[in-house]
């Protein structure tokens, strides 16, 4: 099974679980010695998927998910962004063929999520050669 696959099912068997908790009455008064039979079913439901999937991440070959800064030229002056400190203007960007050569490394790792960031990405080389 993908990593991919294996995620997704993650995510449907524990927001099925959170539905059925969110679906019961008692979730807003307090709870009755009968419903707690219920309550201790769903608990065992979370921590049975916990345990499958904790014992998936400790098998995993690297990060799920990367990000990438490729440039940090930006002729935009954003209140918000990062890319404009000091600290950033001077360092060295990866060329081209740095960043082509490290996806793949992160394709061989399964890495699910790749973010390309930085500043202004229609300045960075990279894209006019991809």
């Known amino acids: ?9 993650f995510y ?5 679980i959170l539905d059925k908790f969110a679906q019961s009455p008692h979730t ?4 009755r010695a009968t419903q707690l039979k219920e309550f ?13 999937y904790h014992m ?5 070959k690297g990060p799920v ?3 990438i800064d490729v440039t940090y030229r930006c002729n935009y ?10 600290s950033n203007l001077n360092r060295h960007e990866l060329t081209t ?10 394709a061989e790792l399964d890495v699910l999520v790749l973010c390309l960031c930085g500043g202004n990405q229609l300045s960075a080389k990279i894209f006019l050669n991809l």
């Open 1 to 9: 099974m993908k990593i991919s696959d294996e995620l997704k099912e």
């Open 97 to 106: 063929n740095e960043i082509i050569n490290i996806i793949d490394e992160l």
């Open 28 to 31: 807003r008064v307090p709870m």
């Open 65 to 67: 998910s990367v990000s």
């Open 56 to 60: 998936w991440a400790e098998n995993l």
């Open 12 to 16: 449907v068997s524990f927001y099925s």
């Open 77 to 86: 002056n954003c209140p918000y962004c990062y890319v404009g400190c000091s």
């Open 40 to 52: 201790s079913e769903l608990f065992s439901e979370l921590r049975e998927l916990y345990r499958k």
